[in-house]
């Protein structure tokens, strides 16, 4: 149940996760304040990261940025940022004390109760007492677009030219979940000896400390690769993606990023939940190393032919199938 708002705009503070992949999993509580709170002027605190996340959600009247700090920093940070206001509803992900330290008339606020063995976007779901799934939504602007654009269109007219764009994510900043760098250069070499990729184009994308992992996958692409790492902020590696006809990448931020897209996802799993964490979609897949529910296998056991064989099959299913 939503509470009466107090007020013709509500004010709402959203603490929003830190990670770019559980921001992404969190996004439906945008559009969920909204129902619950028409015309709700939403505040987010979230990383740098993530903040371009929120330039374009509706209602959002204001962000903060806040970056994770050695020894509680950022919570300091965070406290002063939103003292000084009074709340209608203050929605925590994070479940820190801050939301019940601020002065509020509704606290949503995580604990780990909630947790029940079900896809973190259920958890999500259960948290804002919302009737349906709050499925994952991003909120891609004309300035994303346009950044995106300036990256890949001079890539896309020089090369081998246009045609059909492969993104891949060999990028990710846990230990563990990162599948050798050598073997997406071996991937790419597989799928541009395949015929139903004749043509196509494969675009790296990730962050700007991302292109060691990347290097190899765009040295085996030659003048098919589109380097897209480290060019552009998160919404508009997201608007590359969103161009992109398939995606391939490690389980982490940018394969939530493309899900959400809608664009046809492959998420790459090693020792992590892909019961959990897997992309969220109707056009999304999961390669593991292990895939047996609750049993684990390092992300090295994961051959080139089994992620080729996934990848080949996300072609057939989603992108053949709509050729039809």
């Not at 007020?7 to 830190?18: E, Y």
């Not at 300035?143 to 890949?152: G, H, I, K, W």
């Not at 390669?287 to 996934?310: K, W």
Request: with cysteine.
């Amino acid at each position: 149940m939503s509470q009466s708002p107090s007020r013709a705009n509500p004010r709402v503070l959203f603490i929003s996760p830190n990670r770019i992949g559980d921001s992404v999993i969190a996004l439906g509580i945008v559009r969920e304040i909204g129902r619950q709170w028409p015309n709700a002027e939403i505040t987010v605190v979230t990383s740098g990261m993530a903040s371009s996340f929120y330039r374009a959600a509706p209602g959002v009247a204001k962000i903060i940025p806040i970056n994770k700090e050695k020894r509680g920093g950022h919570w300091i940070k965070l406290w002063n940022a939103v003292r000084g206001q009074s709340w209608d509803v203050v929605i925590d992900t994070r479940g820190s004390a801050t939301a019940y330290l601020l002065r509020a008339k509704k606290r949503i606020v995580y604990t780990r109760k909630l947790e029940t063995g079900e896809p973190k976007v259920e958890v999500i779901t259960r948290l804002m007492s919302a009737p349906q799934s709050l499925e994952p939504e991003l909120f891609i602007d004309d300035r994303a677009r346009a950044e995106a654009a300036a990256v890949v269109d001079p890539q896309l007219r020089s090369g081998a030219g246009a045609g059909p764009i492969l993104a891949l994510a060999p990028i990710a900043h846990q230990k563990g979940k990162s599948w050798p760098a050598d073997r997406w250069a071996a991937l790419v070499a597989k799928l541009k000896a395949e015929p139903r990729f004749d043509g196509w184009r494969f675009m790296p994308v990730g962050g700007p400390g991302d292109h060691p992992p990347a290097t190899p996958a765009l040295a085996e692409a030659g003048d098919r690769g589109i380097d897209c790492v480290g060019k552009t902020d998160i919404i508009a590696s997201a608007a590359a993606i969103d161009r992109a006809a398939l995606f391939v990448g490690n389980d982490s931020g940018l394969m939530h990023v493309s899900a959400a897209t809608g664009t046809p996802t492959l998420g790459l799993f090693g020792p992590t939940e892909w019961w959990l964490y897997g992309p969220r979609g109707p056009k999304t897949a999961t390669v593991a190393s292990n895939n047996t529910r609750g049993q684990f296998a390092p992300i090295e056991d994961l051959t080139v032919d089994a992620v080729f064989d996934a990848t080949v099959k996300l072609y057939d299913t989603y992108y053949a199938g709509a050729l039809k």
